[in-house]
């Protein structure tokens, strides 16, 4: 029987690290945040009134075992001026199946067994009205993900405007796990906005599973500027409750000059350093590997190479 692995995350990271995890025998349960309020996703829960889809068509794209051009097309934005511009084709099939079934876990099971994925993929809510809050040191509030992102701010708080509802296969998943997985991507929209709820805290205090972070390879200008690997766990540490991150994964690759000058005056990003004293404080096992490739002159994490740190761990117990 497969080890369980559950990954809590969204955006891009996750979506780099389930290309390569798919391939190894574990069972993966995917927990993707719905409160993206951006693009073609924010387009339609404006429209239609529904979660977040974008990040879970991403999800299911790269979980998808079927032929490269279907999962070209799930991807494929339209470039014209009418209202279809700027919309992902998955993101209008996804909404349509919500039109349809009424349940965006009924639409993702749907499309996932169209598109020949083999592992579970869910929503941390259905709620269609998340709204992601950061709440500044003076008392300010930004409304929404897409905001809070362009806000470039350090915040005292991320919350949600109103606690959601999240499914009860991701609580028992959660509690079920031999291994629970916060991936890379933005700590503020990515991956707080799982860890927050309550009934998962609660999930995360009674699972046995150990956490793992996969920490991100550069930082978020304004959210984590200066944070090194002990401050981005040490952050995550702070929202959770009883527990705590149990072991980091990290990169030590060497990257490029041209590549890090072009980060950081372009993007004003910077190389997440790993700090060996603080790791130790916190008391989390560091795991550090030469992780980082370049994709058309974009950094990514070896999706392989990940995946095979994440197997080795697993295989411990």
Do not use: W
């Not at 014209?80 to 511009?85: A, F, M, P, W």
């Not at 300010?140 to 999240?166: D, L, N, S, W």
């Not at 950081?264 to 350093?273: I, M, S």
């Amino acid at each position: 029987m497969y080890k369980k692995v559950v990954v809590l995350g969204g955006g891009t990271g996750i979506s780099y690290l389930l290309r390569g995890l798919k391939d190894f025998p574990v069972d993966i349960t995917a927990v993707i945040t719905v409160s993206d309020n951006g693009s073609s996703t924010g387009k339609l829960r404006r429209e239609f009134n529904t979660p977040a889809v974008g990040d879970i068509r991403k999800v299911i794209t790269n979980l998808s075992g079927i032929d490269e051009p279907i999962k070209k097309m799930m991807e494929y934005r339209f470039n014209t001026s009418s209202d279809l511009n700027g919309h992902a084709v998955g993101n209008l099939i996804l909404t349509s199946m919500l039109e349809i079934t009424g349940s965006l876990k009924e639409s993702i099971a749907c499309l996932s067994k169209l598109l020949d994925v083999k592992h579970k993929v869910l929503p941390i809510s259905e709620d269609s009205n998340l709204v992601l809050m950061g709440i500044e040191e003076d008392g300010t509030i930004v409304e929404g993900e897409e905001q809070i992102t362009k806000a470039h701010r350090k915040f005292e708080r991320i919350c949600y405007k109103e606690e959601p509802k999240v499914l009860n296969e991701v609580i028992t998943a959660i509690k079920e796990a031999d291994l629970v997985i916060f991936s890379m991507g933005s700590l503020y929209t990515s991956i707080l906005p799982n860890v927050i709820c309550k009934s998962v805290k609660e999930a995360l205090n009674e699972t046995k599973a150990p956490i793992m972070y996969l920490c991100n390879a550069v930082t978020q200008p304004g959210e984590t500027d200066n944070f090194t690997v002990g401050d981005h766990v040490e952050l995550i540490n702070k929202y959770l409750d009883k527990r705590k991150v149990d072991a980091v994964v990290a990169s030590n690759t060497k990257i490029d000059k041209r590549i890090a000058e072009k980060y950081e005056t372009e993007e004003q990003k910077d190389p997440v350093k790993v700090d060996y004293e603080k790791l130790e404080k916190l008391d989390v096992e560091l795991i550090e590997s030469d992780l980082i490739i370049i994709e058309d002159n974009v950094l990514r994490h070896d999706s392989l190479k990940l995946s095979t740190i994440i197997f080795s761990y697993l295989m411990r117990g």
